[in-house]
T-cell receptor, first 112, second 114 residues
Framework: KQEVTQIPAALSVPEGENLVLNCSFT??????LQWFRQDPGKGLTSLLL?????REQTSGRLNASLDKSSGRSTLYIAASQPGDSATYLC???????????FGTGTRLTIIP | NAGVTQTPKFRILKIGQSMTLQCTQD?????MYWYRQDPGMGLKLIYY???????DKGEVPNGYNVSRSTTEDFPLRLELAAPSQTSVYFC?????????????FGDGTRLSIL
């Protein structure tokens, strides 16, 4: 059974710093991995999706990497801003099913 | 472009009551999903649909039913509400053109069963 872990559960950093969020998964046979952000009281917004054949994806100040062999993904945020404060979730899709397995998220606070 | 719209945003039910959570999307996506999110837990898939007339169970389907008569709409029905169904419910949609595309989420329905 796939399990997805995100550590730490919460993280506070000063504005302007670069930071890395971690996601680990137990079964390396994944189809893709997706990073989301969730603002309080809102739904999830897709940030980046990495197919299993890819090693990384970039969008603006965000860069996500995928290492299937070690069961890890990282989300790198450059030059953090207060508007980046949110909960970040990762989710993996296995082969042959529609199920996304989600982590419990990292709640990020950027301190002005 | 509204994306995925869920109604209602909040609802309080008594044990044993029934209700339907509405979800509609205007992106012509063939795939639609229902998740529940409990405090401190990851999202769990309840039901999904790969197109009109086709639905299938997810990880936690007990106590719920769905239908998909049109591409746009994917309602979730609770027949006999139980306290364990207190949760935040999210509807999502996506397309698949070869590879799976990112899922787009609604803002959720916060449901309390008392």
């Amino acid at each position: 059974k796939q399990e997805v872990t995100q550590i730490p559960a919460a993280l506070s950093v000063p504005e302007g710093e670069n930071l890395v969020l971690n996601c680990s998964f137990t079964d390396s046979a994944i189809y893709n991995l997706q990073w989301f952000r969730q603002d309080p009281g809102k739904g999830l917004t897709s940030l980046l999706l990495i197919q299993s054949s890819q090693r990384e994806q970039t969008s603006g100040r965000l860069n996500a990497s995928l290492d299937k062999s070690s069961g890890r993904s990282t989300l790198y945020i450059a030059a953090s801003q207060p508007g980046d404060s949110a909960t970040y979730l990762c989710a993996v899709r296995g082969f042959g099913n529609e199920k996304l397995t989600f982590g419990t998220g990292t709640r990020l606070t950027i301190i002005p | 472009n509204a994306g995925v719209t869920q109604t209602p945003k909040f609802r309080i039910l008594k044990i044993g009551q029934s209700m339907t959570l509405q979800c509609t999307q205007d992106m012509n996506h063939n795939y639609m999903y229902w998740y529940r999110q409990d405090p401190g837990m990851g999202l769990k898939l309840i039901y999904y649909s790969v197109g009109a007339g086709i639905t299938d169970k997810g990880e936690v389907p007990n106590g719920y039913n769905v239908s998909r008569s049109t591409t746009e709409d994917f309602p979730l029905r609770l027949e006999l509400a139980a306290p364990s169904q207190t949760s935040v419910y999210f509807c999502a949609s996506s397309s698949r053109t070869g590879e799976y595309q990112p899922q787009h989420f609604g803002d959720g329905t916060r449901l309390s069963i008392l």
